[in-house]
T-cell receptor
């Protein structure tokens, strides 16, 4: 079945630095990927829709200059948290639309970001 | 606007008993409905989906869900719960009237006691 690999699984960074999270579709091409943020004991909040070869579509309230998304190939989307602050600490999850045409999604295993 | 509600923050059942995790939805067009499960510090795993056809959908790990259009519900069920089913469950809906955006419910934590 479809597999999405997300890396790193955990990252700790200092305030003011930038962190890049990668999301790869391993055995299929993903023209559309999604980035979510999940707060403790809360649901997933869609941050942006990443489209290969074009600009990402950000949800209302998400700072596009803060959360840079690049989808340069059909198998890779990256989320860069720029000038990270402690309030950016969260669990970030990517997903890709399944290639089987049945409208489901395959999720990455998530990245736990801690900004100190 | 589309929305999905999971009215219970948590559900507790004894191992071997049937379980139900509730979900209701609101969309403007026809719904695509999904259930996902999440284990601690992991991404979401797909359980099952309803797109069209039979209202009773069977999915992974013995789970099933029943689509009820009149009640706009899509409850997740399992005839006999296992301790290993303990996890966080998300219902999700995609409105066929608009793109690929999927909205997730708040999640229901399932506790299965031995």
């Amino acid at each position: 079945g479809a597999v999405v690999s997300q890396h790193p699984s955990r990252v700790i960074c200092k305030s003011g630095t930038s962190v890049k999270i990668e999301c790869r579709s391993l055995d299929f091409q993903a023209t559309t990927m999604f980035w979510y943020r999940q707060f403790p004991k809360q649901s997933l909040m869609l941050m942006a829709t990443s489209n290969e070869g074009s600009k990402a579509t950000y949800e209302q309230g998400v700072e596009k200059d803060k959360f840079l998304i690049n989808h340069a190939s059909l198998t890779l989307s990256t989320l860069t948290v720029t000038s990270a602050h402690p309030e950016d600490s969260s669990f970030y999850i990517c997903s890709a639309l399944n290639p089987d045409g049945h409208y489901g999604y395959t999720f990455g295993s998530g990245t736990r970001l801690t900004v100190v | 606007a589309q929305s999905v509600a999971q009215p219970e923050d948590q559900v507790k059942v004894a191992e071997g008993n049937p379980l139900t995790v509730k979900c209701t939805y609101s969309v403007s067009g026809n719904p695509y409905l999904f259930w996902y499960v999440q284990y601690p510090n992991r991404g979401l795993q797909f359980l099952l989906k309803y797109i069209t056809g039979d209202n009773l959908v069977k999915g992974s790990y013995g789970f099933e869900a029943e689509f009820n259009k009149s009640q706009t519900s899509f409850h997740l069920k399992k005839p006999s719960a296992l301790v290993s089913d303990s996890a966080l469950y998300f219902c999700a809906v995609r409105d066929t009237a608009g793109g690929f955006k999927t909205i997730f419910g708040a999640g229901t934590r399932l506790f299965v006691k031995a």
